[in-house]
């Protein structure tokens, strides 16, 4: 009865295992792997390369858990299209997470039109075209100012440029009214498989509500490259 009992149980793991597909790896973005850093896990591309769907594991710096989503983003608008958020325990790791709900992920991309694709993030300078000839580079700015809730000096205002041959253009501002992130910096960028699009992804440090640990962050943009830059 017992092994009959643990057959069963070994069998349904494995099925589940199968069913989710290949377990994503995720992308080599902060050396440190700390449970206080967010952790991405490539999903796929979708709608002709301007979609794309990363399993984003945001810290959570008041609880045990992380902040699981799957979050689908539009590079031509950058609107996040499609969210799926999952709540999970940190420490019981990521081969756990996928063996539970990684089906639920699955079918959610497949709803999506997302087709799974090996992603790995790139540094800054884009080397893009056929021989690596188009040369795209990337200018972070932050605007600094006192928080007036809690009196510490942080980003109240970033603003990214990609620039190319000469021409540049903003593809991000963004701003917040409070609650300003301690630091921000450029952690590489994705291709799309078409090579038309890029996605961005920043790095940001969010202050702790009582101060340390504080927590990183990813945010992500877009922007169309090649022709009509």
């Not at 790139?122 to 972070?140: C, T, V």
């Not at 009196?151 to 991000?172: A, C, Q, R, V």
């Amino acid at each position: 009865m017992k092994t009959t009992l643990i057959c069963t149980i070994l069998s349904g793991l494995i099925l589940q295992l199968v069913a989710a597909g290949p377990v994503p790896k995720p992308l080599e973005m902060f050396p440190g792997k700390s449970d206080l850093e967010a952790a991405v896990y490539p999903l796929g591309w979708a709608n002709n390369g301007t979609h794309i769907a990363l399993l984003i594991a945001q810290p959570n710096e008041a609880a045990d858990e992380r902040n699981w989503e799957v979050v689908i983003t539009d590079l031509a608008s950058d609107k996040v299209v499609f969210t799926k958020a999952i709540q999970y325990p940190a420490e019981a790791g990521f081969a756990r997470f996928w063996s539970e709900h990684g089906n639920a992920v699955e079918a959610a991309c497949r709803e999506q039109g997302v087709e799974r694709v090996a992603m790995r993030v790139h540094p800054f300078p884009a080397l893009l075209g056929r021989n690596g000839q188009d040369i795209y580079e990337a200018h972070l700015g932050t605007h600094w100012k006192e928080e007036p809730n809690f009196l510490y000096d942080g980003i109240n205002k970033l603003e990214l440029k990609l620039s190319n041959e000469g021409k540049e253009k903003t593809i991000l501002e963004k701003s917040w009214p409070q609650w300003f992130p301690l630091s921000a910096s450029l952690v590489g960028y994705i291709p799309n498989p078409e090579g038309t699009r890029i996605a961005v992804l920043l790095s940001l440090v969010e202050r702790g509500y009582e101060g340390p640990p504080h927590t990183r962050h990813v945010l992500i943009t877009g922007s169309r490259v090649g022709e009509r830059f």
